[in-house]
Nanobody
Framework: QVELLESGGGLVQAGGSLRLSCVAF????????MGWYRQAAGKQRELVAQ???????SYADSVRGRFTISSDNAKNTVYLQMNSLQPEDTGLYYC?????????????WGQGTQVTVSS
């Protein structure tokens, strides 16, 4: 079983920055993709940014240029650097990972970390 643990959320004023981290732990697994999603109150969960094991990244239009996703493959960790935060960035941020373990594909989700941006 592969589990994800997020950290780094919090309360910040508009224009501020936060850095989220997500570590995948378990045994005998290989990650092929990690990503960050967010869900604001009353809205659907949306993809924020994603990165493949080869380092290819993609971003939602709403965060491109402000957020940066990166990873440390040796540590099975993905980061989301969030700059110029706005109140509309408020939400519960979830880490997602795909890969294989013992010959089987898996898709795992973290519990989420709250990001609140005050105006």
């Amino acid at each position: 079983q592969v589990e994800l643990l997020e950290s780094g959320g919090g309360l910040v004023q508009a224009g501020g920055s936060l850095r989220l981290s997500c570590v995948a732990f378990g045994n005998a697994f290989i990650l092929t993709y990690m990503g960050w999603y967010r869900q604001a109150a009353g809205k659907q969960r949306e993809l924020v940014a994603q990165i493949t094991s080869s380092g290819t990244t993609s971003y939602a239009d709403s965060v491109r240029g402000r957020f940066t996703i990166s990873s440390d493959n040796a540590k099975n960790t993905v980061y989301l650097q969030m700059n110029s935060l706005q109140p509309e960035d408020t939400g519960l941020y979830y880490c997602n990972a795909e890969g294989s373990r013992l010959g089987k594909r898996f898709n795992a989700w973290g519990q989420g970390t709250q990001v609140t941006v005050s105006s």
